[in-house]
């Protein structure tokens, strides 16, 4: 069993940044590839960035150059560092693993970002 919880989010200025965190919690399981998404009011969720255990990343397009997404692995925790926010940015962000098939979701932490 995995609990992913989310934090960091919250009111940002248009150029300004936020950094989220996410902790997985876990006594049994090797994260794997942790992955930030997003929903947007009357949008579907969509995949920001995902990161493997290596370190290997991936980005949508709409975020690279201004997302950073990171991990520390001994203390099963993941990061999204966000810069340059835009109003289109403001949504509820979650993150997510996967194991055996299995996936895990935070309750997710809304960003809502001001013109």
């Known amino acids: 069993q995995v609990q992913m919880v989310e934090s960091g989010g919250g009111l940002v200025q248009a150029g300004g940044s936020l950094t989220l965190s996410c902790a997985a919690r876990t006594s049994s399981f090797t994260i794997n590839v942790m992955g930030w998404y997003r929903q947007a009011p009357g949008k579907q969720r969509e995949l920001v960035a995902t990161i493997t255990r290596g370190g290997n990343t991936n980005y949508v397009d709409s975020v690279k150059g201004r997302f950073t997404i990171s991990r520390d692995n001994a203390k099963n925790m993941g990061y999204l560092q966000m810069n340059s926010l835009k109003p289109e940015d403001t949504a509820v962000y979650s993150c997510?693993?996967?194991?055996?098939?299995?996936?895990?979701w935070g309750q997710g932490t809304q960003v809502i970002v001001s013109s």
């Open positions: 997510n693993t996967r194991n055996s098939g299995v996936e895990y």
